[in-house]
């Protein structure tokens, strides 16, 4: 029987300016940083979490949806807040790029849209209380 996830990729063209951005921007930790047979195996992963999410070095625009920029699609990781709209002013501070220029409302709580350098979407989400 499956029993937890354990990674998620996102794939980049820049290992360490992704790392910079996922840590420094998003606020992630770094978790393994390994430089394997198969190129450097790395990760980072939400304070507290068991999930991480690799960053693979990949040609640009690898594991992208198609038709990327013609309608709003979920990014490859979803990450989620108890307060999405100070978590935005903090990320936006830090120089975190977003697709919307704040929050929207959904029926299932609030979402926005944060960009890396190589253009993969992250979506940050706060979940509707009931």
Do not use: C
């Not at 499956?2 to 606020?27: K, P």
């Not at 920029?69 to 977003?98: C, H, S, Y």
């Not at 849209?113 to 509707?128: F, K, W």
């Amino acid at each position: 029987m499956l029993a937890n996830l354990m990674y998620a990729t996102v794939y980049v063209t820049d290992q360490d300016r992704a790392l910079e951005f996922y840590t420094e921007g998003l606020g992630l930790e770094k978790r393994v940083d390994f430089p394997g047979p198969d190129g450097r195996f790395l990760t980072v992963g939400v304070p507290g979490s068991p999930v991480q999410i690799i960053l693979w070095s990949h040609a640009a625009a690898a594991g992208q949806p198609r038709g990327m920029g013609q309608a709003v699609a979920p990014g490859p990781v979803i990450l989620e807040t108890d307060d999405l709209r100070k978590e935005f002013e903090i990320l936006r501070r830090r120089g975190v790029a977003f697709v919307e220029p704040e929050p929207v409302d959904y029926p299932f709580g609030v979402r926005v849209e944060a960009v890396d350098p190589d253009g993969n979407r992250i979506s940050l989400r706060q979940q509707r209380k009931p």
